[in-house]
């Protein structure tokens, strides 16, 4: 299985900035995909960025292109997500997101994805 951890969730001002980790432990099963995904109050879940192993190879979201940037640390077992530029739309739970999925904007769905952490919250006023 695999587990996922997020965090560096918070509050910030428009224009601001965040940084959110997730942290994961592959135990049997190895995801070639992380992603992350962000979901508001009454809307659906939605896909913002996600990178492949071991190639690196990234897609994002029309919603946050030229503004937020995926990251993986291998090392660390743990894949960022810098935020930059951020907009009160921005606003919303924040969820990591793994799973053997094939490069394509299919990865941005998220019920491609099994694997998910409990989140991390997001404001921007």
């Known amino acids: 299985d695999v587990q996922l951890v997020e965090s560096g969730g918070g509050s910030v001002q428009a224009g601001g900035s965040l940084r959110l980790s997730c942290a994961y432990s592959r135990y049997t099963s190895r995801p070639n995909c992380m992603a992350w995904f962000r979901q508001a109050p009454g809307k659906e879940r939605e896909g913002v960025a996600v990178i492949y192993d071991p190639n690196g190879a990234t897609i994002y979201g029309d919603s946050v292109k030229d503004r937020f940037i995926i990251s993986q640390d291998k090392a660390n077992n743990t894949v960022y997500l810098q935020m930059n530029s951020l907009k009160p739309e921005d606003s919303g739970m924040y969820y990591c997101?793994?799973?053997?999925?094939?490069?394509?904007?299919?990865?941005?769905?998220?019920?491609?994805?099994?694997?998910w952490g409990q989140g991390t919250q997001v404001t921007v006023s």
């Open positions: 997101a793994a799973d053997q999925i094939p490069f394509s904007d299919y990865a941005l769905q998220y019920w491609a994805y099994n694997h």
